[in-house]
């Protein structure tokens, strides 16, 4: 077979070291999936960043791309986060990186952008040797204070370097920018928001730390997606997802109607929902127009340019463009739903679902320490500067003496610091000035810097000894992150918007999403259902299955709902589109709902929701039924009689008149009034006609003042006025009389 491979070292065992498999997978895959959550997919709750991001903006800052710097190369940055900072693909930090560009995907972008960083229509950007960057001013104010101290770092992956655990985020980037990832076992989706709206609450979190979730959504009343869009979610839902962390948002895209004139019109669609790709969701449609899913609709345009214009046209200018656009709303991606997840890393360490109030909350708090460790920094440096400033001032009063203890000692140092009892720090400041600056050394200047700094450093010790001094900066620095991002500007004026759903009718908008044909429905006897196309009133030429035969054949169309009875007393209601097509034999209707083996169908009818039918059984009870009630939005159907064998629901006759006429097997007939039989949504029903044995053979309703008419087998027609009824007229339940002569001998009113 070849050469059997032996362990190292002989093959004398000791170096094969026994694992058990089980453990290893664990142990490794927990160690991979807390990898995933902490350092890959979850933002930190405080600068809502994950790590990449992190190291693309930290990068861009080493690199010197401010605002106000000139652009450089993508792949030039790109190299210096991988090289540096992110052991990973070049293409995964890029794409990264673009997407920080995007201000169709970011609310506030992090990058400022020149060149193609791809469009709303999912196209791709450049390769990142075409494109530049550079930072700005939100990436500025994320990363204020980062050279003071103001947050922790630790060694990059190959430990010849530093970076941030956390960036100081003056910018409250979580919220306003969102954030989704997938982790393993978790996720986290978070929609963006209005910064103004956001400081504008932290601030009331500052002054009101209790505040609810209800008192802050009156500050922040929903998210504000880079795309707009309208969301229709009513504030209670809002307020229950932010309460909990979890829920989502239904946003739609907004539109208007464009007058043609003569009263012709068509629908621009301006705005799109977020993360909707625009090529993607006109392929749609369209697919959906060939596929005549939308009836209404005629044509659909892409007239965008920087902007967004979709342009639909309608079937005719009587469409009403409501229910055309309920109907694209429930069809298209012109509605979608973002989903809230605020699962998050708390503290840069846990991961969990926080609400909206504990989000801000710990962004105060990282704020609030990161002012406290700015200010200790500058406090450090101020005592620095003061302990230089007295040495200087003492070399200064003393010029020629050290000038002299230079030029003749071998070793000035601790001769200055035994003459004049100075510091290391102190002499080291003094010998180390040039001589250019011993014209500058005035007691004058020493002086004022001296009592700049005393006093800069007692203000700093006041701010660390106050809590509501802290709190008091905090605010301030919201406060100008407000004004530069206020509403008032073009990049802070909010672009979702809050409308309710119109209330339209559901029916039509059923009707407006189905192609409006005519049909013919055809039942067998055995249960076989198919639609023609039209209306076809000669039933004789249908072919069947062998041994099968008609059962019932009407004329319908594709938006009308097709009722099914079985004799179990259940109702199935099926839609005249979904209906299978009219070639061969059709299909079995027990593979389209869950009709029980030991039932048929008793009949099938086009459903008219203001009519009332009139059910009875076998053995002759019976009620009257709403024809709204009898709809069933299932395949288990509807249970409208209740019947247990060998009873059997045996007839259903349109309620007309006022007066119903029972015919018994027993050839009896009986007469009264349709007021004594009830109307119900379920039941037994109640006796109709007593029987000794047999049971019921037909019914009827009428009005009594036009008579009881029926057919004879030759067709002839014959009426009873009231009078000539009046000896088969009596209570319900009771047996009633034998049938008027010329009766039809099938016991059927029709022949």
Not at 16 to 21: E, M, T, Y
Not at 182 to 192: C, E, L, N, Q
Not at 197 to 224: M, Q, S
Request: net charge negative; proline share 5%.
């Amino acid at each position: 077979m070849g050469q059997e491979i032996l362990p190292p070292s002989g093959g004398d065992g000791d170096n094969i070291h026994p694992v058990d498999l089980k453990a290893a997978l664990e142990e490794r895959y927990l160690r991979y999936a807390l990898s995933t959550i902490m350092h890959r997919a979850l933002p930190d709750v405080r600068d809502g960043l994950k790590p990449v991001h992190r190291r693309i903006v930290y990068a861009m800052n080493d690199m010197g791309l401010r605002p106000n710097a000139a652009f450089r190369k993508c792949a030039k940055i790109v190299g210096e986060v991988m090289g540096n900072y992110h052991p990973h693909g070049d293409q995964s930090i890029y794409d990264a990186l673009a997407r920080l560009a995007q201000d169709f995907s970011q609310r506030y972008t992090l990058v400022n952008g020149q060149g193609n960083f791809g469009n709303i229509d999912g196209d791709s950007p450049a390769a990142m040797r075409y494109t530049e960057s550079k930072m700005t001013a939100v990436s500025e104010l994320l990363l204020e204070g980062i050279d003071q101290d103001a947050v922790d770092f630790r060694d990059t992956y190959d430990e010849s370097n530093s970076e941030p655990v956390v960036l100081p985020g003056a910018f409250p980037n979580l919220l306003a920018n969102g954030s989704s990832g997938i982790a393993v076992g978790m996720a986290t989706s978070i929609p963006s928001h209005n910064v103004h709206e956001v400081c504008d609450a932290a601030l009331h979190l500052i002054k009101h730390p209790d505040a609810t979730v209800e008192k802050l959504v009156e500050f922040i009343p929903g998210p504000d997606f880079p795309t707009g869009g309208i969301i229709i979610d009513n504030k209670e839902s809002i307020i229950e997802s932010y309460r909990t962390g979890r829920g989502g948002f239904r946003v739609r895209a907004k539109w208007e109607t464009e007058d043609l004139g003569r009263g012709g019109y068509q629908i621009i669609v301006t705005e799109i929902p977020f993360q909707v790709q625009k090529s993607r969701l006109i392929e749609k449609i369209a697919e959906l127009l060939i596929a005549r899913k939308l009836p209404l609709l005629e044509d659909i345009r892409d007239e965008s340019a920087e902007d967004i214009r979709i342009v639909l046209v309608p079937k005719s200018r009587t469409v009403d463009p409501t229910i055309l656009m309920e109907s694209m709303f429930k069809l298209t991606e012109l509605e979608s739903r973002f989903p809230l997840n605020m699962n998050v890393l708390s503290m840069g360490v846990i991961p969990r679902v926080m609400a909206l109030n504990e989000v801000l909350k710990e962004w105060l708090a990282h704020r609030r320490e990161v002012l406290q460790r700015r200010s200790r920094f500058r406090l450090a440096a101020i005592e620095r500067r003061l302990e230089i400033l007295g040495g200087l001032l003492i070399a200064y009063l003393n010029i020629d003496e050290v000038i002299r203890i230079i030029r003749e000692e071998d070793e000035p140092k601790p001769v200055m610091m035994a003459r004049w009892d100075l510091t290391d720090i102190q002499v080291e400041a003094i010998l180390n000035m040039r001589l250019r600056a011993l014209r500058k050394l005035e007691e004058f200047e020493i002086r004022k810097e001296h009592d700049e700094l005393t006093k800069e450093k007692a203000d700093i010790e006041a701010l660390l000894a106050s809590d509501e001094k802290q709190w008091q900066t905090v605010a301030w620095e919201i406060g100008e992150v407000k004004k530069k991002f206020a509403k008032a500007t073009e990049v802070g004026r909010r672009r979702t918007q809050f409308a309710e759903a119109p209330e339209a009718d559901e029916e039509a908008i059923q009707h407006a999403m189905i192609e409006k044909e005519p049909i013919t429905v055809v039942v067998s006897e055995k249960g076989w259902i198919r639609a023609l196309k039209g209306h076809i009133s000669d039933t004789s030429t249908l072919a069947f299955k062998e041994g099968d035969g008609l059962k019932v054949a009407f004329p319908a169309q594709t938006t009308d709902k097709i009722l099914i009875v079985t004799t179990g007393g259940k109702v199935f209601t099926l839609g005249g589109d979904k209906l299978p097509g009219g070639r061969g034999h059709g299909e079995p209707l027990r593979i389209m709902i869950d009709m029980e083996n030991d039932q048929d169908v008793l009949t099938a009818f086009v459903h008219d929701a203001a009519r009332k039918m009139l059910i009875v059984s076998t053995v002759g009870n019976g009620f009257v039924v709403p024809e709204a009630e009898m709809v069933a939005n299932t395949r288990k159907g509807k249970q409208i009689m209740n019947v247990s064998m060998p009873d059997e629901t045996k007839l259903l006759v349109p309620v007309s008149g006022d007066h119903i006429a029972v015919v018994g097997e027993n050839r009896k007939m009986l007469v009264f009034p349709l007021s004594q039989v009830p109307e119900m949504t379920r039941g037994k029903g109640v006796r109709l006609q007593r029987y000794k044995d047999g049971g019921i053979s037909d019914v009827r309703c009428f009005a009594i003042t036009d008579g009881l008419s029926w057919e004879d087998s030759a067709g002839r027609t014959f009426t009873k006025n009231k009078d000539e009824l009046a000896e088969w007229l009596a209570d319900r339940a009771t047996a009633g009389r034998t049938v008027p002569k010329g009766f039809p001998r099938s016991g059927k009113f029709a022949g």
